[in-house]
């Protein structure tokens, strides 16, 4: 008896427990455009060359005009707090994690019509253009 509890003891602890997600995701920030268009809501958000994002412990930067901005190296196991600032003020905020969604390359947008910041599947948002890591 005390043999077959040594034997299922020493299987349980040599079995190895179920591994967090291992791996890196991406965001790829679709750019806002200069001038607001005529049918976006007024007084939500700033003027585009006022707005930042800060992704967790990283400092602000200036959200994209021109270009799609590419972040990578993100963790799929923690959990991403995104930061949204106008005029250095926080706006909007919110966390997600990866497992949240099916892939591991997102994109960071502002929704033209209600002026808030979405995160969506890279698969689903055909504005977002960054090249694939």
């Known amino acids: 008896m005390r043999i077959g509890v040594i ?3 020493a299987l349980i602890l040599l079995h190895p427990a179920p591994a967090a997600e291992i791996g890196i995701g991406s965001i790829c920030i679709s750019p806002i455009p200069e001038k607001p268009t005529d049918f976006s809501a007024p007084g939500l958000l700033c003027e585009s060359a006022k707005l930042s994002v800060k992704l967790d ?6 959200w994209p005009i021109k270009e799609n901005v590419k972040m990578d190296a993100l963790d799929l196991a923690a959990i991403h707090r995104v930061v949204v600032y106008c005029d250095g003020k926080p706006q909007q905020s919110f966390k997600f994690r990866f497992s949240e969604y099916k892939t591991k390359e997102l994109c960071l947008f502002i929704n033209d019509m209600y002026k808030t910041v979405q ?3 890279s698969k689903e948002s ?7 890591s």
């Open 7 to 9: 034997i299922l003891l």
């Open 57 to 62: 412990a990283q400092q602000p930067m200036a």
């Open 119 to 121: 995160l969506w599947e």
């Open 126 to 132: 055909p504005w977002c253009k960054c090249r694939k």
